[in-house]
Every structure is written in structure tokens, then in C-alpha cells.
């Protein structure tokens, strides 16, 4: 397997990173965007309000040095989430649960949260060989997809040395 590994995001990621995130299929699958994921000055305002906020962590996820995905950890309602999103070109091989691997391990705070699409089988996979587990299904308002879907809530919980 290649080498994966996460770094911070950086002013000269934000193209790959918008051409990611735009990728109908890719959103589709993911569902829970923006509104309109090809709209570029709405993901340019999002961006920064995400990089002003001491509470997000965002990473660029690199495979062998070169763009590969996101991972970032964020609060919502006083709860830690982590969240991924894998480039295409980078799917399939292991990347995103070495990279939520290395988030994990750079996130002190317990427990951790993570929201997905119920019908997103890979997803799911990476959360629950990572150590995540169900513990809520809702109905969702899904952007990318205009509708309410099933979503699945998991949470990583503290280890007996309570980290």
C-alpha cells in the first residue's frame, strides 16, 4: 500500500479540493453538502468560516505526497466529529482508514462522532474497522440528493484508559 499521511490544509489545496467536493457522483454518495456543491464562491465562504474556527481541524489526506482526500475533526453541540471525503482516483486501496487511522490518533477527545449516509456501504466499512459503531439511525435532510434519507450516527467510544 502506499504511503498515507495527513498534513494541514494549505491556501494552495483549495482547488483540489473544491474539484473534489464538486464531483456529482461523489456528492451524491457522500449527501450531506452544500446546498449546490459546484457553487464556488459559496464553498470559498465555507472554506474560511471552517479554517476561523479553532474548533475544526481540517487536513489534507496525501497518498505517497500527492492530494488524496480530506479529514478533519469538528464540534457540533458540544460533540467531536470526524469526517473524511477520499478523491476518486484514491478510493479503494485503503487510503481513507489510514487517514481516519491518523485522525483518530490525533484527536485526544472521547468520544467521537462520525454521521454518514445509511446506503454508503464504504463509508460505513471505514468507520466500523476503525472502531466506530451505530448507535442512532435518523432521517436527514440530504442536499446533494434533495431529499430526507436514512443517516447512520456512530460513535468511537473511550478506551478503559479513557482516551
Known sequence: MAHVDL??????DADAVFE???DPDAAAQ???TADDPGDRDAFDVWL????ADDRVRMFVVT????????AAAFTVDDDREVTFWIAR??????VASAALRLLIAR?????LYARVAADNAASLAVLQANGFSEIERARSFAPARGTEIDEVILVLPPTLDGI
Do not use: I, L
Open 48 to 51: 474560511e468560516r471552517h479554517r
Open 30 to 32: 457522500a449527501a450531506f
Open 7 to 12: 498534513r494541514p490544509f494549505d491556501d494552495d
Open 20 to 22: 473534489m467536493m464538486s
Open 63 to 70: 497518498e505517497d505526497g500527492g492530494f488524496a482526500g480530506t
Open 107 to 111: 484527536e485526544a477527545e472521547r468520544p
Open 89 to 94: 482516483h484514491a478510493r479503494g486501496r485503503g
